[in-house]
């Protein structure tokens, strides 16, 4: 098993490798270099608390299976939605269009304030009462199934109950740290 050390970022095993050498640890900057290559979609996770609402932008989503129809998202402890998906139970993954650059940042902290994040775009709801943006390429409205905790983050299981679809023709896609527009 190999586990991270948040003060060093190094990760450490105590897997021997197959020469039976202990396996090298990997700086959290050769890491994050690594994932930079990894082209991934833009969301924008939103939900819905005693609060209000509250949203993130996120990459770390992916399909887990049809059946029954489930998504997984990791949502950094740390982050404003955090106490809020985990005690509300409900999310939706709003997958962003081409234009949503704007949006994206200001979700991924450019607007501190959670109803300043709101002020753009069009919201409505699903089933779920978690926020939906009107004009994104897609949205997933789920409920939270399952939680597993991996270093500083919490995987997120989700079943979709619905789905909306925007009508954009385009997506919007984060490599290289930079985002681009595909279509
Ligand atoms: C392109 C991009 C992808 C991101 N992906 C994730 C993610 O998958 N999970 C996550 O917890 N934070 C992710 N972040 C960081 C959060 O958006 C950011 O830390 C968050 O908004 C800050 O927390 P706050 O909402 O408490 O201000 C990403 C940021 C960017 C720009």
Redesign the pocket.
Known sequence: MRTVDEGTGMSSSSLPSPSGATLPPLERQSFRDGMAKLA?A?NIITSIGGNGR????????CSVTDSPPTLL????K????HAVITTSQVLCVNTMAGPHEEI??A???GV?DMNARFAVGEWTTLVTGAPVLKEATVAFDCRVTQVAEVGT?DVVFCEVLAIHEGGSKDGLV?FGRK?HRLG
Do not use: I, L
């Open positions: 991934a833009v509250c949203g993130f932008t996120a990459s770390a989503v998202v990791c949502v950094n740390n982050s404003q939605s994206s940042m979700f991924a902290g501190k983050h984060y985002f």
